[in-house]
Nanobody, 117 residues
Framework: QVQLVESGGGLVQGGGSLRLSCAVS????????MGWYRQAPGKQRELVAS???????HYADSAKGRFTISRDNAKNTVSLQMNSLKPEDTAVYYC???????????WGQGTQVTVSS
């Protein structure tokens, strides 16, 4: 079975940094795109960053210049380095495998990121 296990969330002060990691098992990691989503209370889940099988990256406007997504195909992991964090970054962050393409859409359990003022 496919399993995505996230780590790295927590509480951080504004301007600080966090690194989220997602370990994928049960499927060949390298054959599909990966992404990080986030969802704040009362808001829709949004795609923060994505990375293709070949390593091409895309970022939401709110994340550009501050967040970096990367993948390590040898370790079956995808990470999100978050710098210069702002209170508005506070949300539950979810790792996703497949991004809904050709029927692949697997989710991690979510990890809470809270940024204080």
């Amino acid at each position: 079975q496919v399993q995505l296990v996230e780590s790295g969330g927590g509480l951080v002060q504004g301007g600080g940094s966090l690194r989220l990691s997602c370990a994928v098992s049960g499927i060949i990691f390298s054959i599909h795109a990966m992404g990080w989503y986030r969802q704040a209370p009362g808001k829709q889940r949004e795609l923060v960053a994505s990375i293709s099988r070949g390593g091409s990256t895309h970022y939401a406007d709110s994340a550009k210049g501050r967040f970096t997504i990367s993948r390590d195909n040898a370790k079956n992991t995808v990470s999100l380095q978050m710098n210069s964090l702002k209170p508005e970054d506070t949300a539950v962050y979810y790792c996703n495998y497949g991004l809904g393409y050709v029927g692949y859409n697997y989710w991690g359990q979510g990890t809470q990121v809270t940024v204080s003022s």
